[in-house]
């Protein structure tokens, strides 16, 4: 059994079967490897077909990250392409699959496998790490949501003032959580044509 190059599978399925016929649309059938394996290009492992039929064969197969890559050149749904993306970074699918942290008493750092000898499972934080996952955590007065701040945002075109919590004016004007987050640190001093009078 001759086994050929992985990048020459089309030709070679080319060469002793014809040209590759293209489909109502004008996209071109695909060349599918029934043992699942890219590198044996071989002509009887290699089938033509459809993009439908190829995405139905990879889906049946739970190949969802064929499936995604096929959908950029079907007419799949935004649904159905943010469910295959889910889906192809689920369990072993996700490229952390097997990770785990470990800790020497000094040390963390990731591995896969056996821990080895004198190092355990899990993280040791310090103080100044937990400091500084407080400071950037999300949750209660942190999050932009719950931020009763009243700030005056004015237009610089229109001078239009506004009075408003960040959130609200974010969600009424169209502005993103981080330019409001710059305006509000003084990073910036204009975001969008808005700025803040302090």
């Known amino acids: 059994m001759t086994i050929y190059s992985t990048s020459g599978h089309r030709k070679i399925y080319e060469t002793h079967m014809g040209p590759i016929p293209k489909d109502e649309e004008g996209r071109s059938y695909e060349i599918h490897h029934i043992d ?3 590198n044996n290009n071989t002509l009887s492992n290699l089938i033509c077909v459809s993009i439908k039929e190829h995405y139905e064969i990879h889906k049946l197969q739970g190949d969802y990250k064929a499936c995604l890559i096929m959908s950029q050149r079907m007419k799949v ?15 072993k699918n996700n490229p952390m699959f097997g990770t785990i942290w470990i800790n020497n008493g000094t040390e963390n750092k990731k591995i896969r496998g ?21 400071k950037r955590s999300k949750k209660g007065a942190n999050n932009t949501r719950f931020n009763k701040t009243i700030y005056c945002f004015e237009n610089i075109k229109t001078l239009e003032r506004i009075h408003s919590t960040s959130y609200d004016f974010g969600n009424t004007y169209g502005i993103s959580t981080r330019g409001i987050r710059e305006l509000i640190r003084k990073n910036t001093t204009s975001f969008k044509g808005w700025c803040i009078i302090f």
């Open 77 to 91: 749904s935004p649904e159905e392409k943010s469910y295959l993306a889910k889906l192809s970074n689920t369990g």
């Open 114 to 134: 056996d821990v080895p000898t004198g190092w355990i499972r899990g993280r040791i934080f310090k103080p100044e790490h937990a400091n500084s996952f407080t």
């Open 36 to 38: 699942g394996n890219h």
